[in-house]
């Protein structure tokens, strides 16, 4: 059974190349979200075994997203997604309970690695 992905970040164009790289490399995007609310929604649908998860969108940023997740799973795994320069938000997200992060722009390889880190695969 292929790996189940929640996609989340405001900008549809930074949502598809993850998408494409996820589904190149085996895994099942079952959901995308573009900000924090539709986030913790999405997660209570699909119970994805990841997500992933941009820091600073619009409505409610990813931090708070995560925070939310973490109280509604303690075990959620989920991997942030920030620009460079966000370092004192991804000290933040780690601390929240996120498992890594990736920087923008995306680098395919970066992108799996944390994932089969964060999965154990």
């Known amino acids: 059974m292929s790996n189940r ?25 079952v959901g995308e979200a573009q900000d924090g609310a539709q986030a913790i929604e999405k997660f ?8 992933t998860m941009d820091i600073t ?37 780690i601390q929240a309970g996120a498992k890594d992060f990736i920087v923008k722009p995306f680098q395919a390889d970066r992108v799996i690695e944390a994932i089969k880190k964060t999965l154990g695969s």
């Not at 929640?6 to 099942?28: C, H, P, Q, S, W």
């Not at 409505?59 to 989920?78: F, H, N, P, T």
């Open 5 to 29: 992905i929640l996609v989340v970040d405001d900008a549809a164009f930074m949502r598809m190349m993850i998408r494409d790289i996820l589904t190149k490399n085996g895994y099942e995007v």
């Open 44 to 51: 209570k649908e699909f119970k994805p075994d990841l997500v």
């Open 57 to 93: 969108m619009p409505e409610m940023d990813g931090i708070s997203a995560l925070k939310e997740i973490k109280k509604l799973d303690g075990a959620a795994k989920v991997i942030m997604c920030s620009a460079m320069g966000q370092q004192a938000m991804v000290i933040d997200a």
